[in-house]
């Protein structure tokens, strides 16, 4: 199955996983109705060692699935899908600076700058620009 066309609406907000919380468990994988999030391996001889999940922006819808199951309004119970609170939800205008930050190891986001940051740049500047 080939990647989605990015939607033509950008949502208000967008979800970014911190991936210093994040473990690799991949409840929010499970849950995404999209299918945006995948697994990343920082080290490929070292399996699981360091892996943690991305979200693909360009995908992502902004639901907050990942972060929790909605309810109904009558029940006053938060369902947090992610266990270690790595996932925020980021307004479009703001996430190249997130990204930036929070997005992977160091090393990481500098190998993958344009494909992390450069994304988030333009999502930004698509949703700045919508206005």
């Known amino acids: ?5 990015p939607r033509k609406k950008l949502p208000k907000e967008i979800a970014i996983i911190n991936a210093d919380n994040c473990t ?11 299918d945006c999030i995948e ?5 490929d001889n ?3 060692l360091q892996s ?3 979200i693909d922006m360009e995908r992502c819808v902004g639901c907050e699935v990942c972060v929790r199951i909605p309810q109904k309004k009558s029940n006053p119970y938060d369902l947090l899908v992610c266990p ?7 307004p479009t205008e703001q996430l190249a600076p997130v990204v930036a930050q929070i997005g992977g190891p160091p090393e990481y986001i500098q ?3 344009d494909r992390l940051v450069g994304s988030a ?5 698509l949703k700045a620009g919508a206005k």
């Open 24 to 34: 690799g468990c991949e409840a929010c994988l499970e849950v995404c109705p999209v």
């Open 39 to 43: 697994k990343r391996q920082q080290y």
């Open 84 to 90: 270690w609170d790595a996932i925020e939800m980021v």
């Open 52 to 54: 943690w999940c991305e």
């Open 1 to 5: 199955m080939g990647k989605q066309k």
């Open 121 to 125: 740049q333009h999502l930004a500047e």
């Open 46 to 48: 070292m399996h699981n």
């Open 111 to 113: 190998e993958n700058w």
